[in-house]
RNA sequence: GGUCCGGUGGCCGAGUGGUCAGGCAAGGGUCUGCAAAACCCUCUACAGCGGUUCGAUUCCGCUCCGGACCUCCA
């Protein structure tokens, strides 16, 4: 394998990873804050830093992702106070929510999923800190982070902070010095949630909370910080000053990253536009609606922004179908050195800047090699693009595929369940095919067709083989 | 208004200074009792106008269009 190019946000451009400490590569991704069930364009930076940590773990010998839980915010409150159930329970129920529909999504969890609640402590240590380095201070019961104090401010998002102020559109608060310092710390009435501090009974800032557990499960400086694109400013721009005044000397995180919007009808999917669509919603169309929303994710490159439809994921289902085929199909066979070696030439393109969309070009070629030797037909024009001289043997092109997939993380699961689960009728469909196989043996077509057709109602889809019939649910 | 990103064939979507993306859809074919599946073939595009170059979809400039950010946002 050569070696892993990611595009830095903060360098703009792409770079070659290098981590601080090869043998345990650490990453952050913000997640998200739960007041509410998780929509399309929360889900696409679950699955593609999903699939930066599983290509990772397949490079590095150890690696810690994080993924924080943000449990303490305002819109959690305002929502508790609209619907009168308690911070808690709404904060309990969304996470639990958020976990079911990501799984759904076949997004491993992280290995920390740290919630904000508990690590007050450390928000409080590292303010200190801030105040101590002459970079924060109180004021009428807030505390603030002195944007003027920290000269590489705007640096991630490549604005100064004359630029961030000529299009504010809010009201400065009479306490900042600066218009563009930022709340570290504010105080709660006795309705809100808050944790008693030395600036007295408050809660934390949105930023200080990524800071604080970035800090305390990777370290003053660690690898790769994910998230969505417009977390660039101001949230992650933020964070870099909070972290980088609390730890002078220190850089953060070396390598930003952010993927693209999640579009619906062409313009960005989000709560204040009330155009989104739940994960909830995609995933009740059926149980293969989940793995088809992941693949169609996974069919754009993460940095580009991705217009949703219902074709398009109509379409993925369709992918989905024809690759659990081919694996139902294939022949077992031990992987060796030339399906490693067809696996790698699938996974080359997630090594730059995890460009997926090509990767899942080279699994269709996979697919088409397998299905070459195993049903018929010509491997010639997927042999040259994967630069065999010859076709592999049965079998060895679908471990292949297995093997490459499993980093993508897509059609990983039991092809049988894939295309005749979600019945359970199968008994009887085994028991149609027999009398139409005793049809076709005594010329009877009508009634073998007959047969056919009854199935075909039902939504079972016959496939006659070398092998045998086998059948399937459309 | 400022900053940034992008416009690829009917649709989706990679990529490249000069010989192939790929998928879906469509049409044709091989196979099949007929189908289905699989495989093969056809469909040859890079918003517009200039510039650099032997050569530009690719680099530069301008224009048009779309999107994001400018202290809620993934």
Not at 66 to 71: A, E, F, K
Request: glycine share 8%; with cysteine.
């Amino acid at each position: 394998m050569t070696d892993l190019f990611l595009h830095d946000s903060a360098a703009r451009t792409k770079r070659r990873f290098q981590p601080i400490d090869p043998a345990h590569v650490r990453m952050y991704v913000c997640g998200p804050t739960v007041y509410d069930l998780a929509h399309l364009g929360n889900a696409r930076p679950v699955v593609v830093f999903d699939v930066l940590a599983r290509l990772l773990r397949r490079l590095y010998p150890k690696v810690t992702y994080v993924r924080n839980i943000t449990d303490v915010d305002d819109k959690i409150n305002a929502r508790s106070r609209d619907s009168g159930e308690p911070i808690s329970a709404i904060t309990a129920r969304t996470t639990a929510d958020f976990h079911r529909d990501m799984a759904a999504l076949g997004a491993l969890p992280p290995d920390v999923e740290p919630r904000a609640t508990g690590h007050i402590a450390e928000m409080i240590a590292l303010i200190e800190r801030l105040i101590a380095n002459g970079h924060a201070y109180a004021a009428d019961g807030h505390v603030l982070f002195s944007v003027p104090s920290f000269g590489d401010y705007g640096k991630l998002s490549g604005r100064t902070p004359d630029e961030l102020l000529a299009g504010a559109r809010v009201d400065v608060a009479p306490y900042k010095r600066d218009a563009g310092d930022f709340v570290l710390w504010k105080p709660s009435d006795d309705a809100t949630p808050g944790w008693d501090s030395p600036w007295g009974r408050g809660r934390p800032g949105w930023h200080i909370e990524c800071s604080a557990m970035s800090w305390k499960h990777l370290g003053e400086e660690f690898d790769i910080h994910g998230g969505g694109h417009d977390l660039i400013f101001p949230h992650h721009e933020n964070e870099v000053a909070q972290s980088v005044c609390a730890f002078p000397g220190h850089a953060f995180a070396h390598y930003w990253m952010h993927n693209g919007m999640l579009l619906v009808d062409g313009e960005k999917m989000s709560k204040s536009l009330g155009n989104f669509r739940t994960v909830r919603d995609i995933l009740a169309e059926g149980p293969w609606a989940g793995e088809a929303f992941r693949l169609l994710l996974l069919r754009t490159h993460y940095r580009a922004s991705l217009d949703f439809t219902m074709e398009a994921l109509r379409e993925a289902k369709a992918e989905l179908d024809d690759h659990y085929a081919m694996l139902s199909r294939a022949p077992a066979a031990p992987g060796g050195s030339a399906a490693s070696h067809l696996a790698d030439w699938v996974i080359a393109p997630l090594l730059d800047d995890l460009n997926t969309p090509l990767a899942l070009a080279r699994l269709r070629d996979l697919r088409t090699l397998e299905n070459a030797v195993t049903v018929g037909g010509s491997p010639a024009v997927a042999m040259e693009r994967a630069g065999l001289a010859a076709p592999p043997a049965p079998g060895v092109a679908a471990a292949a595929f297995r093997e490459a997939a499993a980093v993508l993380g897509v059609a990983t699961g039991d092809p049988a369940a894939w295309l005749q689960g979600g019945g359970d009728d199968a008994a009887d469909v085994e028991a149609a095919i027999a009398a139409r196989l005793a049809a076709r043996k005594a010329k009877n077509w009508a009634e073998a067709d007959r047969i056919r057709d009854d199935l075909k109602a039902k939504g079972i889809v016959l496939e006659d083989g070398a092998g045998g019939t086998t059948w399937r649910r459309a």
